[in-house]
T-cell receptor, first 110, second 117 residues
Framework: GQQLNQSPQSMFIQEGEDVSMNCTSS?????WLWYKQDPGEGPVLLIA?????ELTSNGRLTAQFGITRKDSFLNISASIPSDVGIYFC??????????FGAGTTVTVRA | DVKVTQSSRYLVKRTGEKVFLECVQD?????MFWYRQDPGLGLRLIYF???????EKGDIPEGYSVSREKKERFSLILESASTNQTSMYLC????????????????FGAGSRLTVL
């Protein structure tokens, strides 16, 4: 599968900040997924998006499925220390296979 | 909740050893997957299976094989481990392959961190 372009590669958060990350692809996807991976654990699904233009929230997290079906973004509002980890986007094409981004590593600013 | 269990969380093996990584899921999912995770490279698909005794190569199958004798169990095998196979290995499963919303969403295990010396 293709690798998606996920940015930024890493970011530092300060408690209370809003942060944003996004994924782009050269191909059209039917589904966009956002996962979070805590240190030493496997990725856990945060949000699933199934329609172009869809905007979905899960607590302080909001994600959108881009209109072109080639991009998605994830926002975290009012970040807290437990938001640290690696966030992955994944896109599902018409063959039902998932392609993953390289991940955005979120750490706390000292 | 779907559980995907990887029996070995941490392994240390020597070059040339045969390594088995076991994965079991308990929710009757049709599909199972093995990924490798390396810093800066994200998740790369090694092998996957859509049915018992069925397997398909992913993006990086070289040096690996798999076995799926039962629906709930998917094993990754390194016939002769090499140092460049030091990595985090993630097993995942999904309900089925098809257009239904959520059918293809992956549930991951906690990972198996393999070090080859």
């Amino acid at each position: 599968g293709q690798q998606l372009n996920q940015s930024p590669q890493s970011m530092f958060i300060q408690e209370g900040e809003d942060v944003s990350m996004n994924c782009t692809s050269s191909s059209i996807f039917n589904t966009w997924l956002w996962y979070k991976q805590d240190p030493g654990e496997g990725p856990v699904l945060l949000i699933a998006l199934y329609k172009a233009g869809e905007l979905t929230s899960n607590g302080r997290l909001t994600a959108q499925f881009g209109i072109t079906r080639k991009d998605s973004f994830l926002n975290i509002s009012a970040s807290i220390p437990s938001d640290v980890g690696i966030y992955f986007c994944a896109g599902q094409a018409s063959d039902y296979k998932l392609s993953f981004g390289a991940g955005t590593t979120v750490t706390v600013r000292a | 909740d779907v559980k995907v269990t990887q029996s070995s969380r941490y392994l240390v093996k020597r070059t040339g050893e045969k390594v088995f990584l076991e994965c079991v899921q308990d929710m009757d999912h049709e599909n199972m997957f093995w990924y490798r995770q390396d810093p800066g490279l994200g998740l790369r698909l090694i092998y996957f299976s859509y049915d018992v005794k069925m397997k398909e190569k992913g993006d990086i199958p070289e040096g690996y094989s798999v076995s799926r004798e039962k629906k709930e169990r998917f094993s990754l095998i390194l016939e002769s481990a090499s140092t460049n196979q030091t990595s985090m290995y993630l097993c995942a499963s999904s309900l089925l392959r098809g257009p239904a919303s959520g059918a293809n969403v992956l549930t991951f295990g906690a990972g198996s961190r393999l070090t080859v010396l």
